[in-house]
């Protein structure tokens, strides 16, 4: 059985970080292609981050300079690190496993003063 468990949101002031974790499971992790996605209250899954098997990665204008995607396949876990968070920012971040658009449940990042 497949299972994504994301990790680390919360509530962060402008211009703080927070660093979010995905534990996989039940699938070859290594040669998972893995994204991060987001859903705003009241909008649509946003796409966020990829990173590829070789490890290069892809951005969304909208984090670039301020997200990093990694991966660590001796762990089995996904990052995205963010930095200089914005209220835009908050939503409902989720991991994808690329190959069939399985997700986790989420976590949840909140930015606010």
């Known amino acids: 059985e497949v299972q994504l468990v994301e990790s680390g949101g919360g509530l962060v002031q402008p211009g703080g970080s927070l660093r979010l974790s995905c534990a996989a499971s039940g699938f070859i992790f290594s040669i998972n292609r893995m994204s991060w996605v987001r859903q705003a209250p009241g909008k649509g899954l946003e796409w966020v981050s990829t990173?590829?098997?070789?490890?290069?990665?892809n951005y969304a204008n909208s984090v670039k300079g301020r997200f990093i995607i990694s991966r660590d396949n001796s762990k089995n876990t996904l990052y995205l690190q963010m930095n200089n968070l914005k209220s835009e920012d908050t939503a409902v971040y989720y991991c994808?496993?690329?190959?069939?658009?399985?997700r986790g449940q989420g976590t949840q990042v909140t930015v606010s003063s």
């Open positions: 990173v590829n098997v070789s490890g290069a990665t």
């Open positions: 994808v496993r690329n190959r069939t658009f399985e």
